[in-house]
């Protein structure tokens, strides 16, 4: 039992009998220390969120650093991969016991109280981060679930005919929830966290209060000064055993460009969340490899012998890590630990038995992927009539139905969650779209409002709000939804330089000035374009809630070829499953461009200006490339199209200048010139452009004088 083994390790470390075991062979073993939080010194301290994350506090931490630094080798996450060599690893030659030490997920105390303890003893370590958690400013779903229960005044709350009282159940509570968001696939778990805050009557945890428990970019970064190498935990946390491979890949793929992106360092290494071998699938190490990692790690799966290591799934330890006694009797003599023994390494994945809703529902998802819609509705019909409040069976309902065309149906479905939960922002959201293809503009802007209202920082809902104004003639509430959004990623250069042009408009012309409108149409689509902005929306939801942020960082982003390839192979699978949706072909086209495959990135444009003409950036790239290709009377036309759009970009212009001037139509290249210059008066390339125009007409003159 583990309770004996424990009273063992103490004897021994206590009376110094440890040290004879440090005689003992140990380079055949890697011992991976899984650590998570940390308490402070404080002994009154306890947290309103999850209990069981917390390992130690800093005093027991740095006892436990001090034993490693002088009785193994700890190894760094380079060291640890120098000794992967011809398809095996090889042990450091060394004599102590090799450990690493890593912490997952991205608390904040990794930085405030572990950090300083590596930092004084020189010790490396890896920080395995949860990208989302760290850019949106919001704790894991296991603290949100923690957290709700715990404020829960209720003296019971029941849950699928599932009772839990306040006053004794509250732990068992806590622990149901969080194995409902371990087991069940992520689309039946996505809403659980707003469900549960209904029926516990809570509201979900202060941002503020969130946001001083997350790791900060900047904290990272100086991390990695200091001998911690920072590796990915994913985008969001979703347990991979949850989620389809392509999201799989996503979501590994995802964090890693934006770990890259934001410390300037490669990642190589990946602790899969809550990596235990039934936490995960057969296609996960292959996934990893592919996405770029050359190390992956699982939890929980005991002790690593050295020459059968498998890079992917390398063997990690959570367990009995509290003492410094268990933590040294651990790395001298881990055999003494093989709690469980064979189970801790070979869980065999648990058979789930889904109830008709949920057998019609993931058909439904399937027939959605293949575009089969009326299929898709027939079963999403079917799921909802065997369990009504089946909410994600609902909102895919809905969806589809707006997808079909079908808009009256697809509102009274959203409506039906709203009777039951109405702080859903993402319902609102979806009405709000439907209600626009209605032509019900001040419905349509009512539903948008009340996402944001919800949501303060829900991007697309600001936006399509702000196009909804311009429809109203509300410009400068228009412009406010422009500002809003900038504020709320300041990162997105073509929105910021939208704002700008913005306020320049009505700094000029005021506040009630039309010209704002093609501002939001050059960035989400024209604003008479709603339709193609819902099946747009449509796709996208069957596709991957991570695509808008994967292509965000693919566009403006710099990678590394081996990155490149990775979103290839991604983007192409999804043109394979989605071949109507012109953002996978603009984004190939991004990627091919990225890799130099000129070709095929002009290929890509074109399908995606094929399938939605109204796609401003897409065609914009398009027309660069072509021009760059010196296929100027291919660009001119389709730089024509974008003129019509009175789009304040000045390249356009400087552009469409140039691809004049090469054809010889040099009243038409002034006239871009002068265009781009009125936008941009320093504008020194239109001014060049301007000044070719100006020296052919002397030329001329001089060669042809009166």
Same mark, same amino acid.
């Given at each position: 039992?583990?309770?004996?083994?424990?009273?063992?390790?103490?004897?021994?470390?206590?009376?110094?009998?440890?040290?004879?075991?440090?005689?003992?062979?140990?380079?055949?073993?890697?011992?991976?220390?899984?650590?998570?939080?940390?308490?402070?010194?404080?002994?009154?301290?306890?947290?309103?969120?999850?209990?069981?994350?917390?390992?130690?506090?800093?005093?027991?931490?740095?006892?436990?650093?001090? +034993?490693?630094?002088?009785?193994?080798?700890?190894?760094?996450?380079?060291?640890?991969?120098?000794?992967?060599?011809?398809?095996?690893?090889?042990?450091?030659?060394?004599?102590?016991?090799?450990?690493?030490?890593?912490?997952?997920?991205?608390?904040?105390?990794?930085?405030?109280?572990?950090?300083?303890?590596?930092?004084?003893?020189?010790?490396?370590?890896?920080?395995?981060?949860?990208?989302?958690?760290?850019?949106?400013?919001?704790?894991?779903? +296991?603290?949100?679930?923690?957290?709700?229960?715990?404020?829960?005044?209720?003296?019971?709350?029941?849950?699928?005919?599932?009772?839990?009282?306040?006053?004794?159940?509250?732990?068992?509570?806590?622990?149901?929830?969080?194995?409902?968001?371990?087991?069940?696939?992520?689309?039946?778990?996505?809403?659980?966290?707003?469900?549960?805050?209904?029926?516990?009557?809570?509201?979900?945890?202060?941002?503020?209060?969130?946001? $001083?428990?997350?790791?900060? +970019?900047?904290?990272?970064?100086?991390?990695?000064?200091?001998?911690?190498?920072?590796?990915?935990?994913?985008?969001?946390?979703?347990?991979?055993?949850?989620?389809?491979?392509?999201?799989?890949?996503?979501?590994?793929?995802?964090?890693?460009?934006?770990?890259? !992106?934001?410390?300037?360092?490669?990642?190589?290494?990946?602790?899969?969340?809550?990596?235990?071998?039934?936490?995960?699938?057969?296609?996960?190490?292959?996934?990893?490899?592919?996405?770029?990692?050359?190390?992956?790690? *699982?939890?929980?799966?005991? @002790?690593?012998? +050295?020459?059968?290591?498998?890079?992917?799934? @390398?063997?990690?330890?959570?367990?009995?890590?509290?003492?410094?006694?268990?933590?040294?009797?651990? *790395? @001298?003599?881990?055999?003494?630990?093989?709690?469980?023994?064979?189970?801790?390494?070979?869980?065999?994945?648990?058979?789930?038995?889904?109830?008709?809703?949920?057998?019609?529902?993931?058909?439904?998802?399937?027939?959605?992927?293949?575009?089969?819609?009326?299929?898709?509705?027939?079963?999403?019909?079917?799921? @909802?009539?065997?369990?009504?409040?089946?909410?994600?069976?609902?909102?895919?309902?809905?969806?589809?139905?707006?997808?079909?065309?079908?808009?009256?149906?697809?509102?009274?479905?959203?409506?039906?969650?709203?009777?039951?939960?109405?702080?859903?922002?993402?319902?609102?959201?979806?009405?709000?779209?439907?209600?626009?293809?209605?032509?019900?503009?001040?419905?349509?802007?009512?539903?948008?409002?009340?996402?944001?209202?919800?949501?303060?920082?829900?991007?697309?809902?600001?936006?399509?709000?702000?196009?909804?104004?311009?429809?109203? !003639?509300?410009?400068?509430?228009?412009?406010?939804?422009?500002?809003?959004?900038?504020?709320?990623?300041?990162?997105?250069?073509?929105?910021?330089?939208?704002?700008?042009?913005?306020?320049?408009?009505?700094?000029?012309?005021?506040?009630?000035?039309?010209?704002?409108?093609?501002?939001?149409?050059?960035?989400?689509?024209?604003?008479?374009?709603?339709?193609?902005?819902?099946?747009?929306?449509?796709?996208?939801?069957?596709?991957?809630?991570?695509?808008?942020?994967?292509?965000?960082?693919?566009?403006?982003?710099?990678?590394?070829?081996?990155?490149?390839?990775?979103?290839?192979?991604?983007?192409?699978?999804?043109?394979?499953?989605?071949?109507?949706?012109?953002?996978?072909?603009?984004?190939?086209?991004?990627?091919?461009?990225?890799?130099?495959?000129?070709?095929?990135?002009?290929?890509?444009?074109?399908?995606?200006? $094929?399938?939605?003409?109204?796609?401003?950036?897409?065609?914009?790239?398009?027309?660069?490339?072509?021009?760059?290709?010196?296929?100027?009377?291919?660009?001119?036309?389709?730089?024509?199209?974008?003129?019509?759009?009175?789009?304040?970009?000045?390249?356009?212009?400087?552009?469409?200048?140039?691809?004049?001037?090469?054809?010889?139509?040099?009243?038409?290249?002034?006239?871009?010139?002068?265009?781009?210059?009125?936008?941009?008066?320093?504008?020194?390339?239109?001014?060049?452009?301007?000044?070719?125009?100006?020296?052919?007409?002397?030329?001329?003159?001089?060669?042809?004088?009166?």
């Amino acid at each position: 039992m583990r309770g004996k083994k424990e009273l063992l390790a103490d004897i021994l470390f206590n009376s110094n009998l440890v040290n004879l075991f440090k005689r003992l062979p140990m380079r055949n073993k890697l011992i991976i220390l899984n650590y998570h939080r940390l308490r402070p010194k404080d002994p009154e301290f306890s947290t309103v969120f999850d209990d069981g994350v917390y390992n130690l506090d800093a005093d027991e931490f740095a006892r436990q650093v001090k +034993w490693l630094k002088n009785n193994t080798r700890v190894l760094s996450e380079e060291e640890l991969l120098d000794c992967y060599e011809d398809g095996i690893f090889i042990p450091p030659k060394t004599s102590a016991p090799s450990v690493v030490i890593t912490f997952d997920d991205g608390y904040r105390d990794n930085y405030t109280v572990a950090y300083p303890i590596l930092k004084y003893y020189e010790v490396p370590a890896i920080l395995f981060v949860a990208t989302q958690m760290v850019n949106a400013r919001h704790i894991p779903w +296991w603290d949100v679930i923690a957290n709700l229960i715990k404020r829960c005044a209720k003296p019971a709350i029941r849950f699928e005919d599932q009772p839990f009282s306040m006053d004794t159940q509250k732990m068992d509570a806590i622990a149901f929830f969080q194995l409902r968001m371990k087991q069940e696939p992520y689309e039946r778990t996505k809403y659980l966290l707003q469900e549960l805050a209904d029926v516990c009557e809570v509201a979900f945890p202060d941002p503020g209060l969130q946001d $001083r428990e997350i790791l900060t +970019w900047e904290e990272i970064r100086e991390m990695t000064q200091h001998k911690i190498a920072i590796g990915s935990h994913t985008h969001t946390h979703r347990v991979l055993s949850t989620i389809t491979p392509n999201a799989q890949k996503e979501e590994m793929i995802l964090s890693k460009l934006i770990i890259e !992106q934001e410390t300037g360092r490669p990642v190589i290494s990946i602790s899969y969340p809550v990596g235990e071998l039934r936490y995960i699938t057969s296609e996960t190490s292959n996934i990893a490899a592919s996405a770029g990692y050359l190390l992956g790690f *699982t939890t929980n799966t005991g @002790v690593n012998d +050295w020459r059968s290591i498998q890079p992917y799934t @390398v063997r990690r330890t959570a367990r009995l890590l509290e003492k410094v006694s268990t933590v040294s009797l651990l *790395t @001298v003599l881990p055999e003494l630990f093989t709690w469980d023994s064979a189970a801790s390494y070979q869980i065999k994945t648990m058979e789930t038995h889904p109830t008709y809703a949920d057998a019609y529902y993931r058909l439904g998802i399937i027939h959605l992927g293949e575009g089969k819609i009326e299929q898709a509705i027939n079963n999403f019909q079917k799921a @909802v009539q065997a369990n009504p409040e089946y909410t994600e069976a609902r909102i895919k309902l809905g969806i589809s139905l707006a997808f079909a065309g079908q808009l009256d149906e697809a509102a009274s479905n959203l409506l039906f969650i709203l009777d039951k939960r109405s702080a859903f922002a993402d319902v609102h959201y979806y009405l709000g779209i439907i209600y626009a293809s209605k032509r019900q503009i001040p419905q349509a802007v009512e539903h948008l409002e009340k996402a944001v209202m919800i949501n303060p920082t829900y991007k697309d809902a600001i936006l399509k709000l702000g196009v909804l104004y311009c429809r109203q !003639q509300q410009y400068r509430l228009a412009l406010d939804m422009l500002e809003r959004a900038g504020r709320i990623d300041p990162s997105d250069k073509d929105l910021q330089a939208l704002l700008e042009a913005g306020q320049n408009i009505v700094r000029t012309y005021g506040d009630d000035c039309s010209a704002l409108s093609p501002l939001f149409s050059s960035y989400i689509g024209g604003s008479d374009q709603i339709d193609e902005l819902v099946k747009g929306f449509v796709t996208h939801l069957s596709i991957s809630p991570n695509l808008n942020d994967i292509m965000a960082i693919v566009e403006k982003g710099v990678f590394p070829t081996e990155n490149l390839e990775s979103l290839l192979h991604l983007f192409e699978d999804y043109k394979a499953m989605y071949p109507g949706y012109s953002d996978i072909y603009y984004m190939l086209g991004i990627i091919y461009k990225k890799l130099g495959r000129i070709p095929n990135a002009e290929h890509c444009f074109t399908e995606s200006v $094929r399938i939605n003409p109204n796609y401003v950036k897409a065609r914009i790239n398009l027309f660069n490339l072509l021009k760059d290709q010196n296929k100027l009377q291919e660009a001119i036309e389709h730089g024509f199209v974008l003129e019509r759009l009175n789009l304040l970009y000045p390249d356009l212009y400087c552009g469409l200048a140039e691809a004049c001037f090469g054809l010889q139509r040099y009243s038409e290249t002034e006239r871009f010139a002068a265009k781009a210059i009125a936008i941009n008066p320093a504008y020194l390339m239109a001014r060049q452009v301007l000044n070719k125009v100006n020296e052919y007409y002397d030329k001329v003159q001089n060669d042809n004088p009166l």
